[in-house]
């Protein structure tokens, strides 16, 4: 390997890091080597990642309740009544559900963006 072939090894690596991250299926474009010389194949890659982004977020984001929507409701009943008790255990649920869910996306939307720069400044 040249030394000029290191940054584009490290953004290969990193579009593959990605792909895995955000579980798009092994048979993916974006798990193999690709032309990053080329300007349709750098336009595909960041549609691609942009989609396996959007779909790990629909099929792994948590399905259990909206902790906003349970703190609403908490405010609408006495405190310390067993109703409150009984939404702030639900709130607590729901946030166990979501918030690694939440840190997760943050990481990888930061990555996200960091690809999309990378592979947008090969294309001036």
């Known amino acids: 390997m040249h030394m000029s072939d290191a940054p584009t090894d490290d953004l290969q690596r990193r579009v593959i ?32 990642l ?27 009943v006495a405190p310390d009544s067993v109703d409150a008790r009984q939404l702030e255990r639900r709130a607590d649920d729901a946030a166990a559900l979501q918030i690694p869910f939440i840190v ?10 960091s690809l ?3 592979l947008e400044a090969r294309l001036r």
């Open 104 to 113: 997760t996306l943050n990481r990888l939307v930061e990555d996200y963006y």
């Open 50 to 76: 942009t989609l396996s982004l959007i779909s790990y977020c629909y099929h792994d984001h948590p399905r259990g309740e909206n902790v906003h929507e349970v703190m609403e409701k908490l405010e609408t």
């Open 116 to 118: 999309r720069r990378a």
């Open 17 to 48: 890091d990605f792909a895995r991250a955000t579980q798009a299926p092994e048979e993916s474009f974006l798990m193999r080597r690709a032309a990053l010389e080329d300007p349709e194949q750098i336009h595909s890659i960041i549609d691609g």
